[in-house]
């Protein structure tokens, strides 16, 4: 006997909604990277300089070892929020140690 499903699925794949970049962080539209080709290093780092990141009205000049340590920073953030978060961490416990 063959299924015979009695209603059709509707989905919102392709739906126009309007894009609202505050649902994602006061500072999530503001967050860009331009690229500043033949940039040489300042002080005493070996690496080139590969851009500047921007977030808000404040830019940074990162040499390609520097975005590698912003990204796993980052990836650690994100990992110790989730694992937080997965032990029944709230804001509540921000100001206390953590106790074993």
Do not use: C
Request: glycine content about 8%; overall charge positive; charged content about 25%.
């Amino acid at each position: 006997m063959a299924y015979n499903r009695k209603q059709k699925h509707k989905s919102d794949y392709g739906q126009k909604r309007k894009f609202n970049p505050q649902r994602y962080g006061k500072v999530w539209g503001s967050i860009t990277f331009e690229h500043d080709w033949d940039k040489e290093p300042q002080g005493e780092s070996n690496g080139p300089v590969i851009g500047k990141l921007w977030i808000g009205n404040t830019s940074h000049q990162l040499t390609f070892s520097e975005t590698n340590k912003l990204i796993e920073t980052l990836k650690d953030a994100q990992h110790s929020y989730n694992v937080g978060v997965r032990m029944g961490r709230t804001n509540n416990h921000a100001s206390q140690p953590f106790v074993r």
